[in-house]
């Protein structure tokens, strides 16, 4: 899951004060959403873990976050897309594909969005406070039904080759042959006694991805040394594997 803060000068106050509150109430069940061909729809849970209500707007779109979200054109609603959450309380959203000729071969992947936005106090400070918006951001995968297999037992086919990319940097190519997202959340490679950690990745369906190295070592590791990854399934849990370089 990845998350980031908004600045709200539309629901805010004055900038340039000393009191700032700063703390997310909304938490998502899950970290990411499947959504299979045959379902009609499928429900996201929401849950506000604070006693305050907030003001929440929900919205899918296809990974370019510079598109305004009025202009945004995909093929899912989701209900409600705005709503106010009472302290304490929960909601569920309900997502459902409005019909598109889609990829049968591969998974395509959207993005989920849960803006919310805190009440402004009543206090007598809160002229001069700075309001936060805060935003999450989880993955929703739309599944074909042609992708009968575990998408775990892809894993067993991926190849992981060292290679230098464009700008002459040591990276760990990896290749996806299957019609599956592959969500790496931790690479490391032993060469001899050095340890090296790659920037995990989402390698896509049919394709590869480039694993940069953490930190300036640009070491390129023999082929049949160890890797050592976790991945994330379908329920965000991760799953520890180990591969040889090729």
Not at 108 to 116: G, H, K, P, S
Not at 228 to 245: R, S
Request: proline share 8%; no cysteine; hydrophobic share 40%.
């Amino acid at each position: 899951m990845h998350a980031w803060r908004w600045l709200s000068f539309l629901f805010a106050a004055t900038v340039g004060l000393a009191s700032m509150s700063a703390q997310a109430a909304i938490v998502i069940t899950g970290t990411r959403v499947i959504y299979p061909e045959k379902s009609r729809q499928v429900s996201v849970r929401l849950n506000n873990v604070e006693d305050t209500p907030v003001l929440v707007q929900a919205w899918i779109d296809d990974g370019d976050t510079s598109v305004p979200v009025e202009k945004i054109n995909v093929p899912f609603v989701i209900t409600p897309p705005v709503f106010r959450a009472e302290g304490g309380k929960g909601q569920t959203l309900r997502v459902k594909f409005t019909g598109k000729t889609m990829p049968a071969d591969r998974e395509t992947v959207y993005w989920l969005n849960i803006l919310e936005i805190p009440p402004k106090p009543v206090d007598a400070d809160s002229r001069n406070m700075l309001q936060l918006a805060f935003g999450t951001r989880i993955k929703l995968f739309y599944r074909p039904a042609a992708l009968r297999d575990d998408p775990s037992a892809g894993r067993a086919g991926l190849t992981w080759t060292a290679a230098r990319n464009a700008e002459g940097k040591q990276v760990l190519r990896v290749g996806n042959p299957t019609g599956y997202y592959v969500s790496l959340d931790s690479v490391s490679v032993k060469a001899g006694t050095t340890d090296i950690g790659y920037q995990p990745k989402m390698v896509p369906p049919f394709g590869s991805a480039e694993l940069p190295q953490v930190g300036d070592r640009n070491v390129s590791p023999p082929s049949g040394t160890a890797i050592a990854y976790t991945l994330l399934n379908d329920f965000g849990a991760t799953v520890e594997d180990a591969a040889i370089v090729q």
